[in-house]
């Protein structure tokens, strides 16, 4: 079974920088992606950035871009979302998600780790 564990999250002032982590375990990921989605409090959850577990690749939302990284370590098997540049609008619970090859969702999800940016 799959189980993705957020960390890192807490509270920091508009232009600083928080590093989130994910820790996934319960099988091989490779051919998977891994992403992270945020959701604010009365806002619907939206895509943050997304990396392919064997590739590499990458690709972030336009709020984000230039702004998070996101990265993989596979010996830890963690992925990170690297986030600078914070803004109060990028305050929200952040959650990890793993996709499998040839799904269209995301079917494993983290509990989430609350990110928030003061002003």
């Known amino acids: 079974q799959v189980q993705l564990v957020e960390s890192g999250g807490g509270l920091v002032q508009a232009g600083g920088s928080l590093r989130l982590s994910c820790a996934a375990s319960?099988?091989?990921?490779?051919?998977?992606?891994i992403a992270w989605f945020r959701q604010a409090p009365g806002k619907e959850r939206e895509f943050v950035a997304r990396?392919?577990?064997?590739?590499?690749?990458?690709n972030y939302a336009d709020s984000v871009n230039g702004r998070f990284t996101i990265s993989r370590d596979k010996a830890k098997n963690t992925v990170y979302l690297q986030m600078n540049s914070l803004k109060p609008e990028d305050t929200a619970v952040y959650y990890c998600?793993?996709?499998?090859?040839?799904?269209?969702?995301?079917?494993?999800w983290g509990q989430g780790t609350q990110v928030t940016v003061s002003s």
């Open positions: 998600a793993a996709r499998a090859p040839l799904v269209n969702e995301y079917d494993y």
């Open positions: 319960g099988r091989a990921f490779s051919g998977y992606s």
């Open positions: 990396i392919t577990w064997s590739g590499g690749y990458t």
